[in-house]
């Protein structure tokens, strides 16, 4: 069976076997019809097919008159970064992100610099109609391209120039910083942006050939042999990328893993900290992300507002209001200041000021954070309307007050489980978290239980 699976953040599928060099062609003039045709960026990760499918990107653009800037392979937010400083008309990066190499994707920005929100998803998914009704674009290529070879350090730039990001106070400890990319689209910009820093940088998989030595997300089981060469090289602290490096994950100065939750937890720990006494700006996160971002901000008297799991839906809160920094506990920074993605550049830069403004050990400043633990699961629902499920047990546990604004979120003061229907198996995602790991699993299999009865 065929996969390709369509939603605001993109299209993506397996190659050959659902997303293929058509599905490209039609998804790209429908974009390129909405943006109005005008200037579009193009970028890609690592991985081998990203070439050809650009490729095919750029040529349908050309046949619709556009005017092209080639990032090459950059970081998602490089590219993101680029839509909005060039004033494009939007973006297309072909990344399957933390997919397998047999995958691979298109994403969509549009001129803000931002992925596609559900309104513009709804007009581009009208225009691919009027594209599969009329047949694809047979004009001659007349659309220029220019390549931005200087697209990388102009995203390095922004980010020392940011605020958070001390310069001097990492130069001054110039920490050791092993660093795995997995040979994917951030291995020359991070490596360069910590050299930038003062860091003395270990490169492991920097190869930039979408040889992806692992498996592709960057969670603490995939990531054995950053951990012990942070153990072998006494290192300060390891850093793991995504292969389109829009996430960070973060392994202490002893090979330990601090899971992804809590690089969000860390960035937000130092803006707080160097937040000024009257600046009352929230901290926005999805409905997902640790509660240890709640107490973290209640200790600075600041507040945590919340949205439905995804990235747009973070970042558009964060257009909407004047946050202090935001984004999700996947490992994704959000800092408005440079730009309202996610940005491995802006999380390290972060966390290094962090290590390098406290003197402490990473180890040391994440035993003084709140500390929470998750477990996320799924329940097989075939044969069911996971929305009625949901509904259910919205109704059951009304008196509780739980958020609908994104499936279903019971919280009671130390604890809470989240219920979320896949958009594209029969499957409720569940995820739960506590103050320990048993009770966040009592939480879940509780819960999966209840689901069972309820069917």
């Known amino acids: ?267 937000a720990y130092h803006a707080l900290r160097n937040a000024a006494d009257d600046d009352y700006r929230p901290i926005v996160t999805n409905l997902s992300t640790t509660m240890a971002l709640d107490e973290l901000a209640e200790r600075y008297n600041r507040k945590v507002l919340r949205t439905p799991v995804g990235e747009i839906h973070v970042a558009r809160k964060m257009q909407q209001q004047d946050s202090l920094i935001g984004g999700e506990g996947n490992g994704g920074v959000i800092l408005a200041e440079s730009h309202l993605g996610r940005d491995s550049l802006v999380a390290s830069g972060i966390i290094l000021s962090l290590m390098a403004e406290t003197g402490q050990s990473i180890r040391e400043i994440a035993d003084d954070l709140p500390r929470y633990e998750m477990v996320k699961d799924k329940i097989n629902v075939q044969g069911y309307q996971p929305a009625d499920i949901l509904s259910a047990l919205a109704e059951k546990y009304a008196s509780l007050l739980p958020n609908l604004e994104d499936g279903v979120k019971i919280t009671w003061n130390d604890r809470w489980v989240h219920f979320r229907a896949s958009n594209t198996e029969p499957i409720v995602r569940i995820f739960a978290e506590g103050s320990n790991h048993t009770v966040a699993a009592s939480l879940v299999k509780e819960f999966k239980t209840e689901i069972q009865n309820l069917m």
């Not at 929100?117 to 047949?135: F, I, N, P, W, Y």
């Not at 130069?171 to 003395?200: M, Q």
Request: glycine share 8%; proline share 4%; hydrophobic share 40%.
């Open 1 to 267: 069976m065929s996969i390709l699976i369509a939603g605001i953040s993109g299209v993506r599928g397996i190659i050959d076997d659902g997303f293929d060099t058509e599905v490209v062609k039609v998804y790209t003039e429908a974009f390129a019809r909405l943006m109005d045709k005008g200037r579009i960026v193009i970028a890609q990760d690592s991985r081998p097919s990203g070439e050809m499918f650009k490729g095919v990107v750029e040529m349908t653009l050309k046949r619709m008159g556009c005017e092209i800037v080639d990032c090459g392979i950059c970081p998602t937010p490089t590219a993101q970064l680029m839509v909005k400083d060039l004033n494009a008309r939007g973006g297309i990066i072909v990344t399957a992100s933390h997919n397998p190499i047999e995958w691979n994707a298109l994403k969509f920005v549009g001129a803000d610099g931002l992925f596609l929100d559900s309104d513009e998803h709804k007009q581009l998914q009208t225009e691919l109609s009027k594209v599969k009704a009329t047949g694809l674009s047979q004009a001659e290529p007349t659309g220029a391209v220019t390549l931005l070879d200087d697209r990388i350090e102009r995203h390095i730039t922004n980010v020392l120039n940011l605020d958070l990001v001390n310069v001097e106070a990492i130069h001054r400890r110039r920490p050791k910083v092993v660093i795995d990319a997995i040979n994917g689209a951030g291995s020359e910009a991070l490596p360069a942006f910590l050299e930038r820093l003062g860091c003395e940088v270990i490169k492991l998989n920097c190869d930039n050939d979408g040889n992806f030595v692992h498996i592709p997300e960057p969670l603490p089981e995939n990531l054995m042999d950053l951990r012990n060469e942070v153990r072998r090289q006494n290192a300060d602290i390891g850093i793991a990328t995504d292969p389109d490096a829009d996430r960070l994950a973060v392994i202490d100065e002893l090979g330990k893993p601090l899971v992804e939750e809590y690089t969000l937890v860390l960035a």
